[in-house]
């Protein structure tokens, strides 16, 4: 017996998030954030406003002030929140309160389309749940039968849907989501609205008629990704298990004042910056299509999945590569599976977009 024997037999094949942070950065595109932080100004008051946190107490456990803000933005009570340390807690949280297997089943099931989001997977084997995944089309299009069977047929604890999807871009009707969630009552269901600003439909409106479904919301995709603040909408029944599971203190005083002083001051600015970077998004789209050997999947969020010649002959890889040695981050995604040959590209500013443009066709090479 040693302590590898210890480890969590679902956790032992995995390897650790990395994030790869190369010197030299002249334009960062690999991570769906807003590229614009506050300007100069705004900065320095927000500076002054975090002066006066006092840093030797602990942070508001109840983060009050955010909860009554983001409540009254949404239009539901205050307490149908629960705040995360980023959704990524939250995706956590959930799979670590709703892990009791069914009756005769060894493990508890969490369903996803895959290629989706990481953390689902991660989150799932992290608490010894088993995931169920639904691979999507070539297009990146999810079939709702085959999701409706796997439901009826593995009855998961929980779906968690990316609406919009990351790393793909693509939209799957939100209707036929909440739909699902009303024929399976006994499944939770997660409408994760990380890029509804960028294009996505919420479902916030058929809570009351499904005590099943959660929104899941965060600041990080609207400018505020270093604040490392998400929260859920759910009902009571299971705001309550949620809360027993949030460690106390789990956001730091000068995010909760960072973020109720921005959402009071900037959010209508931050909100502008979004909307413009939708208008970056088309003309990148526009502009990656015109090459021959890059397929652009269409996107609903702050992000383009690319492919880059065909899947597996190693373009994708070279062209990351050569993209990095240029200051150009975006993420790769390039290795056996789906994404094969893929790349995703964050839209950045107009500047950092003509930067990627200009050098994209020498980090291309020839044709092959
Ligand atoms: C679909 C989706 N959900 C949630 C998150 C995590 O967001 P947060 O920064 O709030 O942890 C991301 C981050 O990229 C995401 O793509």
Redesign the pocket.
């Known amino acids: 017996m040693s302590i590898s024997d210890l480890v969590t037999r679902g956790i032992r094949p995995l390897v650790a998030y990395h994030v790869p942070r190369p010197e030299g950065i002249r334009a960062k595109l690999d ?2 954030e807003l590229p614009y932080a506050l300007p100069p100004e705004a900065a320095a008051a927000l500076g002054r406003e975090l002066a006066e946190v006092e840093l030797n107490r602990y942070p508001e456990a109840d983060p009050v002030e955010l909860r009554a803000l983001i409540a009254a933005d949404l239009g539901v009570a205050p307490g149908a929140l629960v705040f ?1 340390n ?4 939250l ?1 956590a949280l959930l799979c670590a309160a709703f892990a009791e297997p069914r009756k005769g089943a060894t493990r508890a099931g969490v369903l996803y389309p895959d290629p ?2 990481v ?1 689902y997977r991660l989150a799932a084997l992290g608490h010894g749940l088993e995931p169920i995944e639904i691979t999507l089309d070539d297009e990146m299009e999810l079939d709702f039968e085959l999701v409706d069977d796997a439901l009826a047929g593995r009855r998961p604890n929980l779906a968690f849907f ?1 609406l919009p ?2 790393p793909t871009g693509t939209l799957w009707a939100p209707e036929k989501v909440a739909e699902l969630a009303a024929r399976h009552p006994d499944t939770i269901f997660v409408s ?1 609205e ?2 509804i600003q960028y294009g996505g439909r919420t479902l916030l409106p058929r809570l009351a008629e499904l005590p099943n479904l959660v929104i ?1 919301r ?4 609207i400018g505020m ?1 270093s604040l ?3 929260f859920v909408v759910a009902a009571p029944a299971i705001v309550h298990e949620l809360e027993k599971l949030r460690m106390p203190y789990n956001l730091g005083s000068l995010n909760q004042r960072a973020a109720v002083w921005i959402l009071r001051h900037h959010k209508a600015w931050f909100t502008e910056r979004a909307r413009e970077l939708l208008g970056e998004r088309e003309r990148l789209a526009v502009a990656l299509r015109a090459f021959p050997e890059i397929k652009v999947f269409p996107s609903e969020a702050n992000l383009l999945l690319v492919r880059i010649g065909r899947a597996g002959d190693g373009r994708a890889a070279a062209l990351y590569r050569a993209l990095a040695a240029r200051g150009i981050m975006v993420r790769n995604f390039d290795r056996p599976g789906p994404l094969a040959g893929c790349l995703r590209i964050t839209p950045g500013t107009p500047a950092e977009n003509d930067l990627l443009l200009a050098e994209l066709p020498a980090a291309l090479g020839p044709a092959a």
């Open positions: 991570a769906n995360g980023g959704s990524d807690e995706i989706t989001f953390v990316a999807n990351n994760d990380a890029y899941m965060t600041l990080s995709k990704a490392r603040v998400g």
